[in-house]
């Protein structure tokens, strides 16, 4: 239509080149009129590339994924690529499926929030085209670099403070242990505390449930009915058990810290505006997904990532749950 070469309309549409004013104008008006796109998917399979980056989270309804997510958003999008977004819901068959779909899409790379070692994962990531980066837990299972909190010193950090304040009979309300990060490092952290200090554990002041709202209710009610004596202090392995805690514990008539100290991990920006507003650890979130995103980059690059696994640090909330005995 515009009666020149193939390689001319792409100069125009890439501005790429020098295309004289008139024949630019042409080609620009031939293009409006016809609503012409060029097709991506063809200029993918001709670089072998998408400029797209999978990143599989386990929940999309948790703040501090949010904030992470947020962040490698950030760096994704500033070094020219887009993101597939899969919620697979902390189930270990959507995760597979979605390594398989993000293989099926051609994706340059994946960020994934692992949260197991299970071994079906190292076998699907194996047989995988492109670079993975894990990004929560170590990687060294998979053979894969990763970006991961430090759960297991954040959470013996929080439970020598409790035991610095006087506390020696704490409770932990506890998450199953398929979930390395929250499961398992967070509570061998509250183990380690009372290792520390000399405090012999009590297997009965740790009450396992799940990650959801109710289940602080329930885990506070058990501690609190506990036949040897309440614990003078209760540790929540996550920010939502010890909202719920702190509200079971108002509601039965206890006060919070002046009866019961509660404190936890992680800091999503709610546990600064509750009554009392709750001693906590946490991250730098946003950081966290912006060396994920930067990373993945590096793998997809070819460049070494130095060092294979980065540790986020972790910050002492010390606020209003918590008492000296």
Known sequence: MAGVSISTISRVINKSAYVSPEIK????????ETGY????LAKELLRNKTDTIGVMLPRIDLGTFAAMFEGIVTVLNANGYNVLLANTHDQVDEELRYLDFFHEKRVDGVLFFATGNNPHYAE??????MPVVIVGQSGSEFGCPSVRLDNFEAARAMVNYLISLGHRRIGCLAVPDHDVNIGILRKEGYFAALAD???ELDPTLVVTGDFEYPSGE???KALMEHPGGPPTAIYCITDRLSVSVCGWLLRHGFRVPADVSVACLDDPGLLSFCYPSITTVSFDYQTTGMHAGQMIIDCIDGK???PSEIVMPFTMQVRESTYSI
């Open 37 to 40: 796109r060029p097709n991506s």
């Open 197 to 199: 200090n000399g405090i």
């Open 25 to 32: 104008e042409r080609i620009e008006k031939i293009l409006s």
């Open 218 to 220: 329930r885990g506070a």
């Open 304 to 306: 070494a990532t130095e």
């Open 124 to 129: 699907a990531i194996s047989k995988l085209r």
